[in-house]
């Protein structure tokens, strides 16, 4: 997906793994970016609840961004997935900044309760019998966590498509190469070994940085600033709007419905 003739905008990324609640996908993305000389940090920081018992302790998670920025070198070494650091095999470089929107299949206490589909036997990667009731729960709680984080998928799709169109009308066209023709402004990470600055309304108001919506997650750690400003702003600084109210915006989506399997004779 990441080939630079490809152009990638926007990639949606699904994961049904099993280790979908330990933090792995950062070292995972960050080793699939460094072959292709993208640096892929999380546009914000949230933690889920640590409390159990609250039916809401996934918040913000269903649907997490992360910007590809292109790096002015590709790496000469990655960690590869065992740990250990090799050779970067020979690819291609992108040549374009790409955005990453991350949906783990986490719980859904309010979908489905009780159900766990990281520790859960029946949808194991080696179990190939399923019951209609268990197929009926993993469907219910994918779709329900799509419904959960649906308004982040659309923030990236019309962040990128504000981005292009802001391009289009300024009469600049991508090079030949795909890349955009401006140069964005440096990370506004944290220095090293400093967590990342907490988000605050009072905060946003007084810096020069764009607002972004804050994300309330009980118990959970509140978003920082995105590391990459360029990623949800217009090549000329300006923050992107919020995205249009959409027909049928809010409403939750049912899960298919099928027909019960044919009696054996």
């Given at each position: 997906m990441l080939h630079p003739e490809r152009k990638v905008d926007v990639i949606l990324n699904m994961d049904a793994s099993s280790d979908v609640?330990?933090?792995s996908f950062q070292q995972r993305v960050s080793q699939i970016g460094s072959r292709r000389g993208l640096d892929f940090r999380p546009r914000r920081q949230i933690k889920a609840d640590p409390n159990t018992a609250n039916p809401d302790?996934?918040?913000g998670l269903y649907a997490q961004i992360y910007d590809g920025t292109v790096l002015e070198?590709?790496?000469e070494k990655v960690v590869d997935s065992n740990g250990d650091t090799v050779t970067n095999?020979?690819?291609?470089?992108?040549r374009q900044d790409c955005t990453m929107v991350y949906l783990p299949l986490l719980p859904n206490e309010r979908a489905v309760p009780g159900y766990d589909p990281s520790t859960a036997k029946f949808s194991g990667s080696y179990n190939l019998v399923w019951t209609p009731e268990q197929i009926d729960m993993i469907i219910k709680t994918s779709v329900a966590n799509f419904n959960d984080g649906q308004d982040t998928i659309k923030e990236a799709?019309?962040?990128?498509w504000q981005r292009k169109k802001y391009l289009r009308e300024q009469g600049q066209k991508p090079g030949g190469d795909g890349a955009s023709q401006f140069t964005p402004p440096p990370p506004q990470g944290p220095p090293p070994g400093q967590?990342?600055?907490?988000?605050?309304?009072?905060?946003?108001?007084q810096s020069s940085q764009p607002a972004i919506s804050p994300v309330y997650v009980p118990g959970a750690t509140p978003q920082s600033q995105p590391l990459y400003p360029h990623h949800n702003s217009l090549p000329d600084g300006s923050p992107i709007p919020p995205p249009p109210p959409y027909p049928g915006r809010g409403q939750q989506q049912q899960p298919p419905s099928f027909p019960p399997p044919p009696e054996k004779q």
């Open positions: 609640q330990k933090d302790r996934f918040k070198k590709r790496p095999p020979p690819a291609p470089a992108s799709l019309f962040n990128a967590a990342p600055q907490s988000y605050s309304a009072a905060g946003a108001a």
